[in-house]
């Protein structure tokens, strides 16, 4: 079993950076893959990045890639999104989300995770 936590959202004007951080607590985070996703008011939950369990690889959707960078310290048992350039679309409540080992791979589906925070919000102002 995996809990996690986030923090870190906020209010933050247009073109300006946050860092959620999301920290785990049970043994099998460090073989755990990892995700953030997000959920604007009336939309549905969206998937943002995700990095396996050894973070070797990374992976972004495309309205955040160049912009958003996912990171993890399995020491600390914490993974991070690192935001810049924040525009007003990125507001939404973001979610981070592991799942249980099933080799080195990401995941980009909401449906594929096993665990889920219960979000922080993130609000960007134009």
């Known amino acids: 079993q995996v809990q996690l936590v986030e923090s870190g959202g906020g209010l933050v004007q247009a073109g300006g950076s946050l860092r959620l951080s999301c920290a785990a607590s049970?043994?099998?985070?460090?073989?755990?893959?990892m995700g953030w996703f997000r959920q604007a008011p009336g939309k549905e939950r969206e998937f943002s990045a995700a990095i396996t369990w050894n973070g070797q690889r990374t992976y972004y959707a495309d309205s955040v890639k160049g912009r958003f960078t996912i990171s993890r310290d399995n020491a600390k048992n914490t993974v991070y999104l690192q935001m810049n350039s924040l525009k007003p679309e990125d507001t939404a409540v973001y979610y981070c989300a592991a799942k249980d080992y099933d080799g080195s791979s990401y995941y980009t589906k909401f449906w594929q995770y096993d665990y889920w925070g219960q979000g922080t919000q993130v609000t960007v102002s134009s």
């Open positions: 049970g043994r099998a985070f460090s073989r755990s893959a």
